[in-house]
């Protein structure tokens, strides 16, 4: 079946440790997308890329870093510099139809800091 | 300024009743696209409708249906007949494109309750 798949579900960071979050997708989508959820509160765009080997900033992209070797992946590290990185973080990928948009989401990644 | 606005954090809903949820935007982008999530507790997301700006009809999806007032920015999403399994948390997105690169903000979403 076609999706994202983010992994892993569950992932522990300890002090000054870089980590990364996988994010696949066999959708063919071209654009893909990391937000950062913290609880009780809304989605927070991190990074987005609109095409292989390119990808911007989004609204607190600080202390994250991203790729887009592949179309399919999208993965996303979490730096040393990131002092709260505590959240859920999702994935998504998005299509435009002819009427339609769609975005799909990965079910996500909690980070925890040891 | 605030691009996604949901001004309710939390609602409690009788079974069986319609609820709107409310979501006004700001955008100077004259394409643009919004869009309803919702997240049960699992922490899933899971897309309900979309509306593209230039639509003329108001988007319909079996129970959800988005109220579409352009002039006003707004698009409250509507869902009729509440049922227990609508218990979540509600998101208002919008898709805007800004110098050929595409963004999505969400807005701070609305916890809703149905009660039995």
């Known amino acids: 079946d076609g999706g994202i798949t983010q992994s892993p579900k569950y992932l522990f960071r300890k002090e000054g440790q870089n980590v990364t979050l996988s994010c696949e997708q066999n959708?063919?989508?071209?654009?893909m997308y990391w937000y950062r959820q913290d609880p009780g509160q809304g989605l927070r765009l991190i990074y987005y890329?609109?095409?292989?080997?390119?990808?911007q900033k989004g609204d607190i992209a600080e202390g994250y870093s991203v790729s887009r070797e592949k179309k399919e992946s999208f993965p996303l590290t979490v730096t040393s510099a990131q002092k709260n990185p505590t959240a859920f973080y999702l994935c998504?990928?998005?299509?435009?139809?002819?009427?339609?948009?769609?975005?799909?989401f990965g079910s996500g990644t909690q980070l925890s800091v040891l | 300024a605030q691009k996604i606005t949901q001004t309710q954090p939390g609602m409690f809903v009788q079974e069986k009743e319609a609820v709107t949820l409310d979501c006004t935007y700001d955008t100077s982008d004259p394409s643009y696209g919004l869009f309803w999530y919702k997240q049960p507790s699992s922490g899933e997301m899971i897309f309900l409708i979309y509306?593209?700006?230039?639509?003329?009809q108001n988007a319909t999806e079996g129970r959800y249906s988005l109220n579409f007032q352009k002039a006003r920015k707004s698009a409250n999403l509507v869902i009729s007949a509440s049922q227990l399994g609508d218990s979540a948390m509600y998101f208002c997105a919008m898709r805007e494109r800004n110098f050929g690169n595409e963004k999505l903000t969400f807005g701070t979403g609305t916890r809703l309750t149905i009660i039995p």
């Open positions: 509306q593209g700006s230039y639509d003329q």
């Open positions: 959708l063919n989508h071209d654009a």
């Open positions: 890329s609109q095409i292989v080997n390119d990808f």
């Open positions: 998504a990928s998005s299509i435009r139809e002819a009427t339609n948009e769609k975005l799909f």
